[in-house]
């Protein structure tokens, strides 16, 4: 014989199932990563002990002022993000969620993806130095540049690695730095022919610039709306589309001479 439920135990029962879905929903593994302000490195200085840019062929100038290229932090490419991971990240300004696709290859292994970031950062330090050197009309086959970042892969840190080496080179192009002392941050990809590229995560980068002790923060233009949404107090967005921009701005904030762009 059946017993009849009370209202209560009945909807208690349905509830069952909805329970169960919801609580498979909130830990259930999602197709996001979770990203927050990484570290930063002065490429005009030593990272772990050894000079990011070492250049033999041509007298180098000595520096004051830095300029840091940044990085976010995220979620391994095998780490389970749950919902409720997602939900905690969303509402906190030093972190976001981003599709695990527009961090990692979605196509490749764990190794794959450190190989893969190992080659983007090699071409970008390859690009960044042919950038340079065709800004300051050099001869790549008597001026040798190397570049050494420990830990960090892809082809973000582009930019700052063109400026610095130019930096080292010719400074402001006339006797003074092209940092004028200041600590300058920033992110960009950049192309053999000197053209800035958007990278992703710069909300995050101006944090960890701003953290890092930065006043300026050079950003890719297509990015600058990005930039602003949580801009930290203290910090100058600049607005850059190539090395000759990026250049001419920062002669221009140092002199104190000449319209400096801004988002």
Same mark, same amino acid.
């Given at each position: 014989?059946?017993?009849?439920?009370?209202?209560?135990?009945?909807?208690?029962?349905?509830?069952?199932?909805?329970?169960?879905?919801?609580?498979?929903?909130?830990?259930? !593994?999602? !197709?996001?990563?979770?990203?927050?302000?990484?570290?930063?490195?002065?490429?005009?200085?030593?990272?772990?002990?050894?000079?990011? %840019?070492? %250049?033999?062929?041509?007298?180098?100038?000595?520096?004051?002022?830095?300029?840091?290229?940044?990085? %976010?932090?995220?979620?391994?490419?095998?780490?389970?993000?749950?919902?409720?991971?997602?939900? &905690?990240?969303?509402?906190?300004?030093?972190?976001?969620?981003?599709?695990?696709?527009?961090?990692?290859?979605? &196509?490749?292994?764990?190794?794959?993806?450190?190989?893969?970031?190992?080659?983007?950062?090699?071409?970008?330090?390859? &690009?960044?130095?042919?950038?340079?050197?065709?800004?300051?009309?050099? &001869?790549?086959?008597?001026?040798?540049?190397?570049?050494?970042?420990?830990?960090?892969?892809?082809?973000?840190? $582009?930019?700052?690695?063109?400026?610095?080496?130019?930096?080292?080179?010719?400074?402001?192009?006339?006797?003074?730095?092209?940092?004028?002392?200041?600590?300058?941050?920033?992110?960009?990809?950049?192309?053999?022919?000197?053209?800035?590229?958007?990278? $992703? $995560?710069?909300?995050?980068?101006?944090?960890?610039?701003?953290?890092? $002790?930065?006043?300026?923060?050079?950003?890719?233009?297509?990015?600058?709306?990005?930039?602003?949404?949580?801009? !930290?107090?203290?910090?100058?967005? %600049? !607005?850059?589309?190539?090395?000759?921009?990026?250049?001419?701005?920062?002669?221009?904030?140092?002199?104190?001479?000449?319209?400096?762009?801004?988002?």
């Amino acid at each position: 014989m059946l017993s009849r439920l009370s209202r209560p135990q009945a909807l208690a029962v349905c509830a069952l199932p909805v329970v169960g879905l919801l609580a498979t929903a909130v830990f259930a !593994p999602l !197709p996001f990563s979770l990203t927050q302000p990484g570290l930063t490195a002065n490429v005009l200085g030593e990272n772990k002990g050894e000079p990011v %840019i070492t %250049i033999s062929g041509a007298a180098t100038r000595k520096t004051s002022g830095q300029l840091r290229m940044t990085t %976010i932090e995220a979620t391994g490419p095998d780490v389970s993000v749950s919902l409720a991971d997602v939900l &905690d990240s969303w509402f906190r300004t030093d972190s976001a969620v981003m599709p695990r696709d527009s961090v990692y290859p979605s &196509d490749k292994s764990t190794d794959e993806i450190e190989e893969y970031n190992t080659e983007q950062m090699r071409e970008s330090q390859d &690009d960044a130095t042919e950038a340079a050197l065709n800004y300051l009309d050099l &001869d790549a086959r008597k001026v040798k540049v190397d570049l050494e970042l420990a830990d960090v892969g892809g082809p973000s840190a $582009g930019l700052l690695f063109s400026l610095g080496i130019v930096e080292k080179l010719d400074g402001d192009g006339s006797g003074g730095e092209l940092t004028g002392g200041r600590n300058i941050a920033g992110t960009g990809t950049i192309d053999a022919d000197g053209k800035v590229g958007a990278v $992703g $995560g710069v909300a995050l980068k101006t944090q960890a610039a701003r953290r890092d $002790g930065a006043t300026v923060f050079l950003v890719p233009k297509a990015e600058c709306s990005d930039a602003k949404s949580d801009l !930290p107090k203290g910090l100058r967005l %600049i !607005p850059v589309t190539t090395l000759q921009g990026a250049v001419d701005s920062l002669v221009a904030l140092e002199k104190g001479t000449g319209k400096v762009a801004s988002c």
